[in-house]
């Protein structure tokens, strides 16, 4: 049976086989040269990512100025380059390993904020042995740490009622906004099951924009869960534990 790839540019495409799925995923195309300059053209602020990248790692935020000048923030650096033409070979030179790693271009998606500091949230969700059911067993926001435009370093994690409350997000939308991140998540995790049929559990990224609305961000198959320690709100234990079932 041939193995299926656990790439971010393949999952994006499994996911947007779910039209229910759709309006919630940003704009993403594989990287090159024609997709970096045409994402330039069409969106002030995009994000470049590894399709094998983990915790963050080699995620570059670029930012048009105006038609010239572009800022590349990279981790909590940034880095000026005049022309869009050049972006594309600067970014192979000095930050795209020699080997053959794939990327993707996105459309950024404006985080919520609190104190001027993005967050996104974390959600996961898992099915017992032998069953198709997904439950969601833990969630919480991650709250970029200083000068940092992603959340791989995390400043604080909270509770997604509390990230929302200290955001300028309106606090009447909590419940609705909830509500989707459920349904998104266990959408996810039933979409990618149809390919990778062993998984029993997903940590789904999925960000909150300004107003509200709720994005995908990424589905993670071998998600790291000691972050929910820091929650002291059971769901660490629920999740080991449903690892066992």
């Known amino acids: 049976m041939r193995r299926v790839s656990t790439g ?8 947007s086989k779910e039209p229910r799925l759709s309006s919630f995923l940003p704009d993403t195309q594989y990287l090159n040269r024609n997709s970096l300059t045409n994402m330039l053209d069409k969106y002030n602020q995009i994000m470049v990512k590894p399709c ?30 005049d022309g869009k033409e050049d972006i594309y070979d600067y970014l192979k030179e000095n930050h795209f390993p020699q080997k053959s790693q794939s990327y993707i271009v996105q459309k950024r998606i404006p985080l919520a904020r609190i104190k001027n500091n993005p967050f996104d949230i974390r959600v996961m969700v898992q099915r017992k042995k032998h069953s198709s059911k997904w439950v969601i067993t ?16 995390a400043k604080d994690i909270l509770s997604i009622e509390d990230a929302i409350e200290s955001s300028a997000i309106n606090n009447k939308q909590i419940s609705d906004i909830i509500a989707n991140i459920d349904q998104v998540s266990i959408l996810i995790a039933n979409q990618l099951a149809k390919y990778y049929r062993k998984k029993r559990v997903y940590g789904i990224d999925l960000g909150i ?10 589905a993670n198959l071998t998600p790291a869960i000691s972050m929910f320690k820091l929650l002291n709100d059971g769901s660490y234990e629920t999740i ?3 690892k066992k079932r």
Not at 60 to 67: F, S, V
Not at 140 to 153: F, G, Q, R, S
């Open 209 to 218: 924009d300004q107003v509200g609305k709720v994005w995908i961000i990424e």
């Open 52 to 81: 094998f990248g983990y915790q963050g790692k080699g995620i570059i935020q670029i930012t048009k100025l105006n038609d010239v000048d572009f800022e590349l923030y990279i981790d909590d650096r940034k880095i000026m380059i």
């Open 138 to 153: 833990g969630k919480l926001a991650k709250v970029a740490a200083n000068n940092y435009v992603v959340t791989n370093v």
């Open 240 to 242: 080991k534990n449903y």
């Open 8 to 15: 971010k540019w393949t999952k994006y495409k499994m996911m």
